[in-house]
């Protein structure tokens, strides 16, 4: 794509949870930032519009040249694929719809349409039942785009963190935590941050044991894999710093001392972001990148919420972030 602005496919998410809505609350400030095409189902979203008491109208396009971007319609990429729509439901067609609408975006995205996607959430719970074996967005979009080296990283306000591993059991993931794995994210942690327009990044890299395993009393992760990883990255030119103690590194990474870190394993660099994104008493906040991909994807950093879908009441600003973060990248690519 080649605009003054990038385009950027937001895809609808599960049609029974509250993608819809925070796309029709979102969509006139999604416009200040960049050019947001939605991947969905019109119908769905027309509904929403009604939840939310707005005056926009619904733009069915056939592809993304034909669409016009004002304050009035949001044009959408109709895929036409829920029939009754049941909010707050778990059902196999919702779950196939979600996965459509991410499949017609990475297709988008590969043939240059549009300039990268944000993808509002999925319900994993649906997606199994429409014969998914990915545990969320991050594998499907690795699978789609086959891309072997990839991680997710989480923004809130001024932390950002990387994983080596998310969506497994605790014990298969203190096995990942190898050289060559935690080597490769801190390398694509260097290159995402080069890409969000950091100069000369520095890497914090935070320990798998309590205290960085405090000299070896506490395990030896830190001294066979971690710290070899720290070691290559820095012989490549990578300002890593590292293993650090996970009990203080966040705080200092928050503080400014790094400008992100690299988890070990799911629940030690998600807390200390949901810490922050609830810390307005609501988790509404936050950035899901995930990185490596040959394509720009970011995502909302929360879920369905099936307990608030249809009430109008599911903040938008998580979305309205994610989607900025995308344009800045797809820019930053550009520039390339």
Same mark, same amino acid.
């Given at each position: ?93 919702? !779950?196939? *719809?979600?996965?459509?609408?991410? $499949?017609? =975006?990475? /297709?988008? %995205?590969?043939?240059?349409? @549009? +300039? ?102 506490? !395990?030896? *992760?830190?001294?066979?894999?971690? $710290?070899? =990883?720290? /070691?290559? %990255?820095?012989?490549?030119? @990578? +300002? ?97």
């Amino acid at each position: 794509m080649s605009s003054s602005q990038p385009t950027i496919g937001v895809t609808m998410g599960d049609p029974a949870g509250i993608g819809p809505e925070v796309i029709v609350k979102a969509y006139r400030r999604l416009l200040d930032l960049g050019r947001p095409i939605v991947v969905g189902d019109a119908d769905v979203l027309a509904a929403a519009t009604t939840v939310c008491d707005s005056d926009l109208s619904i733009r069915r396009v056939e592809a993304v040249a034909d669409a016009t971007f004002d304050h009035d319609a949001i044009p959408v990429l109709d895929l036409d694929n829920v029939g009754t729509l049941a909010r707050g439901e778990v059902r196999e067609e919702y !779950g196939a *719809a979600s996965l459509g609408y991410v $499949e017609r =975006a990475i /297709e988008l %995205a590969q043939a240059g349409e @549009i +300039d990268g996607l944000t993808t509002a959430p999925i319900n994993k719970q649906a997606t199994k039942l429409a014969g998914s074996t990915h545990a969320g967005h991050t594998g499907m979009l690795a699978d789609r785009t086959d891309t072997d080296e990839y991680a997710m990283m989480l923004i809130e306000s001024d932390l950002r963190v990387t994983h080596v591993s998310t969506h497994v059991p605790l014990r298969e993931a203190c096995e990942l935590v190898t050289t060559e794995s935690v080597h490769s994210t801190i390398r694509l942690t260097a290159e995402a941050l080069s890409n969000l327009g950091i100069d000369r990044p520095t890497v914090g890299v935070a320990g798998l044991n309590p205290h960085a395993s405090d000299g070896g009393l506490l !395990g030896d *992760a830190e001294a066979t894999e971690i $710290e070899p =990883a720290v /070691e290559r %990255a820095r012989g490549e030119g @990578i +300002d890593a710093v590292g293993p650090e103690s996970p009990d203080t590194v966040y705080v200092r990474a928050a503080r400014g001392e790094f400008d992100c870190v690299v988890s070990m394993y799911h629940d030690q660099g998600h807390i200390p972001i949901k810490m922050l994104g609830f810390s307005s008493g609501e988790a509404v906040s936050g950035v899901n990148v995930t990185i490596g991909l040959p394509i720009v994807r970011t995502s909302v950093d929360h879920g369905t919420a099936f307990d608030i879908a249809g009430t109008g009441v599911a903040s938008e600003r998580s979305l309205l972030d994610a989607f900025g973060v995308a344009v800045d990248m797809a820019r930053a690519r550009t520039a390339e």
